[in-house]
């Protein structure tokens, strides 16, 4: 049984850093896709950054490059999303999800969410002084 855990949010004054986690378990580390997504009041989910298990090769979402930075600790089977000089924009539920499906850490982040395996419950991140 596949399982994807988050941890980490919670409320940030802009500007700031916070660190998101993500323990996966009943994958096989380098046989999938995981990303993070997030989606704020009234808008769409999106794909912020996604990482090909296999390849390590990473995507992110124009507007998070430079401030963000996704990392994982193989032997933990655990994502992490460094999110640093965040701006109220950034405030959203964020949530780790998981595939199996052969594709690029890209084409994670940008296809339809719906058509992902796995998620976790999310964790709200809010940016506000």
């Known amino acids: 049984q596949v399982q994807v855990v988050e941890s980490g949010g919670g409320s940030v004054q802009p500007g700031g850093s916070l660190r998101l986690s993500c323990k996966t378990s009943?994958?096989?580390?380098?046989?999938?896709?995981i990303g993070w997504f997030r989606q704020a009041p009234g808008k769409e989910r999106e794909g912020v950054s996604c990482?090909?298990?296999?390849?390590?090769?990473?995507y992110y979402k124009d507007s998070v490059k430079g401030r963000f930075t996704m990392s994982r600790d193989n032997a933990k089977n655990t994502v992490y999303l460094q999110m640093n000089n965040v701006t109220p924009e950034d405030t959203a539920i964020y949530y780790c999800?998981?595939?199996?499906?052969?594709?690029?850490?890209?084409?994670?982040?940008?296809?339809?969410?719906?058509?992902?395996?796995?998620w976790g419950q999310g964790t709200q991140v809010t940016v506000s002084s």
């Open positions: 999800a998981a595939t199996r499906k052969f594709m690029t850490s890209q084409a994670m982040c940008v296809m339809p969410y719906q058509r992902i395996d796995f």
């Open positions: 009943g994958l096989t580390w380098g046989y999938y896709r």
């Open positions: 990482m090909n298990t296999g390849d390590g090769s990473l």
